[in-house]
């Protein structure tokens, strides 16, 4: 079956560490986004990518990065620089932009500061 | 400014009756898409119904309906017959014609009494 595979379900972090949360789809979707969702609060846009090797940061990228090397897989990682990572993460893909365009969303992943 | 507002933050429902989560957008672009989406308490976004601002009728799935009302630009879930499985969190959102992404709402949090 064709999905979005977000891994791991739960991460934890150590202060000053740099993380890296895995994103993978076999939709053929050719745009993938990264979300953050704090504790009942909506989602907000880290980094999204229409195109293998290329993306546009989002109204939250300070502190992650991205990479679209492959079609498939869009890691996200968050960087020491990242002062309040403790959030859901929600990788989701759309088959292409427009607005008749729904997203495929991933699982997520908790990921906790320790 | 706001382009997805959800006035209700919680709501109740007794089981087997309907309710209706509000929506409202803003937006000047003609061509946009509206969508809802559940979120259970395990994180998943779940796709429930789509409607294109060039629709005529209003979009159903199932138990699901949107009430648009394009002139108040508002696009309300009518979930008939809840059920108990169905509290969960509520996500409007919107993409637009020129939009690269989903603007998504605050959420509406559905609480389903037996």
């Known amino acids: 079956d064709g999905g979005i595979t977000q891994s791991p379900k739960y991460l934890f972090r150590k202060e000053g560490q740099n993380v890296t949360l895995s994103c993978e789809q076999n939709l053929n979707h050719d745009a993938m986004y990264w979300y953050r969702q704090d504790p009942g609060q909506g989602l907000r846009l880290i980094y999204y990518?229409?195109?293998?090797?290329?993306?546009q940061k989002g109204d939250i990228a300070e502190g992650y990065s991205v990479s679209r090397e492959k079609k498939e897989s869009f890691p996200l990682t968050v960087t020491s620089a990242q002062k309040n990572p403790t959030a859901f993460y929600l990788c989701?893909?759309?088959?292409?932009?427009?607005?008749?365009?729904?997203?495929?969303f991933g699982s997520g992943t908790r990921l906790t500061v320790v | 400014a706001q382009k997805i507002t959800q006035t209700q933050p919680g709501m109740f429902v007794q089981e087997k009756e309907a309710v209706t989560l509000d929506c409202t957008y803003d937006?000047?672009?003609?061509?946009?898409?509206l969508f809802w989406y559940k979120q259970p308490s395990s994180g998943e976004m779940i796709f429930l119904i789509y409607q294109g601002s060039y629709d005529q009728q209003n979009a159903t799935e199932g138990r699901y309906s949107l009430n648009f009302q394009k002139a108040r630009k508002s696009a309300n879930l009518v979930i008939s017959a809840s059920q108990l499985g169905d509290s969960a969190m509520y996500f409007c959102?919107?993409?637009?014609?020129?939009?690269?992404?989903?603007?998504f709402g605050p959420g509406t949090r559905l609480s389903v009494l037996p």
């Open positions: 989701a893909s759309s088959i292409r932009t427009g607005p008749n365009y729904g997203y495929t």
């Open positions: 959102a919107m993409r637009e014609g020129n939009g690269q992404n989903f603007v």
């Open positions: 990518s229409q195109i293998v090797n290329d993306f």
């Open positions: 937006t000047s672009d003609p061509s946009y898409g």
